[in-house]
C-alpha cells in the first residue's frame, strides 16, 4: 500500500510569558517522520535537549531505515510486538535519552535538563505513534478524534490507576509532573502505537502550551474547518496566543490522502513530487 | 533499608530487603532471591555490602548480569538501577533516606512549569495526597486473545503484535483461508484506548457482535468477530 499524498507543516511560538522557546519540531516528508519535543531545564539546556532529541531521532531513523538494518543492529534492545519501522523509532528515542541523560550528568550547565517527545512515522500500510512526556499526538478520522499517544504525567497515571477521576485530573496543579522524559534516567521505555492508515487521516503533534488552552473538541472543529496545513497550524498559535499563551506552543500537523489502495509508480511519484511542493514553515 | 524488587514483564513479582550483608540470587532455592527460569543460571550473581555501598558481582553465570543494559562482571548499585537476569528485572531501592538526600526538590516547585517526577517523589506525593497503597502499582499489561469459535482448528490466538493484520496474504500475522477471503481484510492495533478492529475495506464483512463494521470499532471482553466464515471471541488476559 502507497503513500499517495502526505501535506504536512510546523510551527512553533515563544508564547507571551517565557524568555525563551525549549520547543523543537522538525518535518520531513520524504522520510515520512514528524516529531515535537517540549524541553526543560534552565539556561537553554531545555531548548538544547529537545533540539538533540528531534536530531538523533530523525538522523538515526533515516540511516537504519534507508539501510535496512536489521533490529538486533539498532540501539537498545529490540521490541517483538513492534514491526521493524517501530523499533527504529524505539531504538532512536532511547538512542537521544541515553545521549541527553549523560549530557546532563557530566556537564553543569545541563544538569537537570530532559525532554518530552512525540513521533510520528507514516510508511505504506502503517502509522507508528511513539512518545514519552505529555506531549500528545491526536488522529482524526471519520469525524472523531483520538489521542495516539499516551500522557506520561503525574495525574494521568492517578487516573489509570483509578486513584483520581478525570475531573480532579483536570483541576489538579500536578498535570505538568512527569513520569516519562528523555534525560532523567539511563533507560526509558516509550509507548509505541503501531496503526493501519486510512485515507484522509489527519495527525496532529503538539507541546502542551497547545492542549492546556484548547480542548480535544476545539482541535477536531478547527482540523475539520481547515484543510491547509500551514494556516492549521497557524490558528492553533493564535488560539493560544489569544488564551494568554503561558507557555511555548509548537504545533505539526499531518494530512494523508489515498493511503488505501496500492499505487503504481508514476502515481506515487505525482505523489512525492506534490509532497515536496507543500513549503514546510521552519522553526525561525 | 535498601530493597530490590524483582519484576517479569513490567509486574512486580516480588519484593526482597536487605536485612543482612549479602544476597545471594540465582535459580536454585537455596538463593535469597530465587528465580526459577532456565535462562538464570543456579547461582547467578550475589550482592554484598561494603560500608554504605551495594556491589553486585556475577558468578560466571551462563547468561550474564545486565545493569541498566550493560553487562557487568561486579557494579556498584545505585537508586534506580535495573539488574537484568535473564528476562527478569530486579529494581535496586536506596535507603529512604539516601533518595530524600540524593536530589532535594525545590521548596515551592512552580507547578505550572514541567517538571521531572521519579518514583521517589511520586510515593512522597502519594503519600501527601492521602491516597490509599503508597507503593506505585505496575500498571497491568493486557494481552488480547481471539479465541476461534465453531469448530475451527485456529485454537486461541495471542494478538502479541501492535498491530496484527488478519487475512489471506503471508504477511499476516493471522492467515485465515476462504474463497471471498481478501489479502488483508481487517486489522487490530492495540491504541491508548485499548484495542481496536479495523476494516479495510474489502469485501470480505466483518462484523463485532452481528454488527457489520465498516470503519472501525473499539473491541470489549467476549465482543464475538465475524470474518467472512471464520467467527472469533475477542478477550484480554493478564500479560505473564
Excluded at chain 1, 24 to 49: K, T
Excluded at chain 2, 67 to 83: A, E, F, R, W, Y
Excluded at chain 2, 121 to 131: D, F, I, V, Y
Aim: hydrophobic share 35%; charged share 25%; aromatic share 4%.
Amino acid at each position: 500500500m502507497g503513500i499517495a499524498l502526505v501535506k504536512s507543516a510546523g510551527l512553533t511560538d515563544v508564547g507571551l510569558k517565557r524568555e525563551g522557546n525549549e520547543d523543537s519540531f522538525s518535518i520531513d516528508e520524504r522520510l515520512n517522520l514528524y516529531i515535537v519535543a517540549d524541553g526543560m531545564g534552565g539556561h537553554l539546556a531545555g531548548e538544547v535537549a529537545s533540539r538533540t532529541a528531534v536530531d538523533l531521532i530523525n538522523k538515526s531513523y533515516r540511516k537504519w531505515k534507508s539501510s535496512e538494518t536489521s533490529e538486533e543492529a539498532i540501539f537498545g534492545w529490540p521490541d517483538a510486538s513492534l514491526s521493524r519501522n517501530g523499533n527504529y523509532i524505539l531504538g532512536g528515542i532511547q538512542l537521544a535519552n541515553k545521549v541527553i541523560h549523560e549530557m546532563a550528568t557530566y556537564h553543569k550547565e545541563y544538569k537537570g535538563m530532559g525532554t518530552t517527545i512525540a513521533v510520528l512515522a507514516i510508511i505504506p500500510g502503517l502509522v507508528i505513534s511513539a512518545n514519552a512526556g505529555d506531549s500528545p499526538i491526536y488522529m482524526i478520522r471519520n469525524g472523531r478524534i483520538e489521542k495516539i499517544s499516551k500522557d506520561h504525567n503525574f495525574v494521568a497515571e492517578q487516573v489509570e490507576m483509578g486513584l483520581m477521576t478525570e475531573e480532579e485530573a483536570a483541576e489538579s496543579p500536578m498535570k505538568h509532573v512527569l513520569t516519562k522524559n528523555l534525560g532523567s534516567y539511563e533507560d526509558l521505555d516509550p509507548d509505541i502505537f503501531e496503526i493501519e492508515p486510512a485515507n484522509n487521516d489527519r495527525f496532529i503533534l503538539c507541546s502542551d502550551g497547545l492542549t492546556d488552552l484548547v480542548t480535544d473538541d476545539e482541535i477536531l472543529q478547527m482540523v475539520e474547518g481547515e484543510k491547509e496545513p500551514e494556516v492549521l497550524c497557524r490558528n492553533f498559535i493564535d488560539l493560544a496566543l489569544k488564551r494568554g499563551g503561558h507557555d511555548n506552543t509548537t504545533v505539526v500537523t499531518v494530512s494523508l490522502s489515498g493511503t488505501g489502495k496500492p499505487k503504481t509508480g508514476p502515481i506515487r511519484k505525482i505523489g512525492a513530487l506534490l509532497a515536496d511542493i507543500s513549503t514546510a514553515m521552519r522553526k525561525k | 533499608m535498601e530493597r530490590l524488587v524483582l519484576t517479569f514483564n513490567k509486574q512486580i513479582i516480588n519484593r526482597y530487603s536487605f536485612n543482612k550483608d549479602n544476597l545471594t540470587i540465582g535459580r536454585k532455592p537455596e538463593n535469597d532471591v530465587q528465580i526459577d527460569n532456565l535462562a538464570v543460571s543456579g547461582h547467578h550473581a550475589r550482592i554484598d555490602r561494603t560500608g554504605n555501598d551495594f556491589i553486585l558481582t556475577d558468578l560466571q553465570s551462563t547468561n550474564g548480569t545486565f545493569v541498566n543494559h550493560k553487562q557487568i562482571v561486579s557494579h556498584t548499585l545505585k537508586h534506580g538501577d535495573n539488574i537484568q537476569i535473564g528476562k527478569h528485572v530486579l529494581l535496586f531501592l536506596a535507603s529512604e533516606k539516601q533518595e530524600a538526600g540524593a536530589e532535594e526538590p525545590a521548596k515551592e516547585p512552580d507547578l505550572d512549569k514541567t517538571m521531572i517526577l521519579d518514583t521517589a517523589k511520586q510515593r512522597e506525593l502519594l503519600a501527601k495526597q492521602g491516597k490509599p497503597g503508597t507503593a506505585v502499582p505496575a500498571a497491568s499489561e493486557k494481552t488480547g486473545v481471539l479465541s476461534a469459535l465453531g469448530g475451527s482448528n485456529l485454537g486461541e490466538i495471542e494478538l502479541t503484535k501492535k498491530l496484527t493484520r488478519i487475512g489471506k496474504a503471508d504477511t499476516s500475522e493471522i492467515r485465515l483461508s476462504g474463497m471471498m477471503m481478501g489479502a488483508t481484510v481487517a486489522t487490530i492495533s492495540k491504541r491508548p484506548s485499548g484495542y481496536t478492529i479495523a476494516s479495510t475495506g474489502g469485501r470480505t464483512k466483518i462484523k463485532v457482535n452481528g454488527k457489520v463494521i465498516h470503519e472501525s470499532a473499539p473491541l470489549k471482553d467476549f465482543d464475538t468477530i465475524e470474518i467472512g466464515s471464520h467467527k472469533f471471541q475477542f478477550y484480554q488476559k493478564e500479560s505473564k
